[in-house]
T-cell receptor
Framework: AQRVTQPEKLLSVFKGAPVELKCNYS??????LFWYVQYSRQRLQLLLR??SRESIKGFTADLNKGETSFHLKKPFAQEEDSAMYYC????????????FGQGTTLQVKP | NAGVTQTPKFQVLKTGQSMTLQCAQD?????MSWYRQDPGMGLRLIHY???????DQGEVPNGYNVSRSTTEDFPLRLLSAAPSQTSVYFC????????????FGAGSRLTVL
């Protein structure tokens, strides 16, 4: 079964601390994974995807097929990083169907 | 260029009432989908469409109907609302060149009493 698990509902850190938002997936085949973010009073938007292997707003995520994980990391959290973060997995086919995790709220305290 | 427009933003219904959530896009995207967002459940796919005239069920389709008569519009119908359908609903679109990069609407918050 295709599934995405984000074990933490809430992650609270202080400004300048490292951040790691966990994501584990279950998928038989070659996975394609994404992180989407929803800032307060803004729309859900793509943060990054593993095929791009890029850093966005200081965040990176590496696909670990052995551990079936795609954790999102940032070395130094900023207050503006506070948001809801969703890990997502491409569903069957390539038609815009994504399977989302439960979401993790990141709270960065001053 | 409005992107993805959802209406209404807020709605309160009584159990058994029907209503339609509207989704319109002006990006000429082929793929459109409806998700519901519930605390602790994340986003779950209700229905999706790969083009005009083609729709299919997602993970939680029961109680919802969709149709796609044009590329631009993808309405979601609740035939007989139930309290379990209280949620925030998101419409999302994507094009064939970036099928999994979704553009989301602002969301519609529905309360069923």
């Amino acid at each position: 079964a295709q599934r995405v698990t984000q074990p933490e509902k809430l992650l609270s850190v202080f400004k300048g601390a490292p951040v790691e938002l966990k994501c584990n997936y279950s998928y038989s085949g070659s996975p394609e994974l994404f992180w989407y973010v929803q800032y307060s009073r803004q729309r859900l938007q793509l943060l990054l995807r593993h095929i791009s292997r890029e850093s966005i707003k200081g965040f990176t995520a590496d696909l670990n097929k052995g551990e079936t994980s795609f954790h999102l990391k940032k070395p130094f959290a900023q207050e503006e990083d506070s948001a809801m973060y969703y890990c997502a997995l491409r569903g069957s086919g390539n038609t815009g169907k994504l399977i989302f995790g439960q979401g993790t709220t990141l709270q960065v305290k001053p | 260029n409005a992107g993805v427009t959802q209406t209404p933003k807020f709605q309160v219904l009584k159990t058994g009432q029907s209503m339609t959530l509207q989704c319109a896009q002006d990006m000429n995207h082929e793929y459109m989908s409806w998700y519901r967002q519930d605390p602790g459940m994340g986003l779950r796919l209700i229905h999706y469409s790969v083009g005009a005239g083609i729709t299919d069920q997602g993970e939680v389709p029961n109680g919802y109907n969709v149709s796609r008569s044009t590329t631009e519009d993808f309405p979601l119908r609740l035939l007989s609302a139930a309290p379990s359908q209280t949620s925030v609903y998101f419409c999302a679109t994507s094009g064939s060149s970036g099928a999994n990069v979704l553009t989301f609407g602002a969301g519609s918050r529905l309360t069923v009493l």
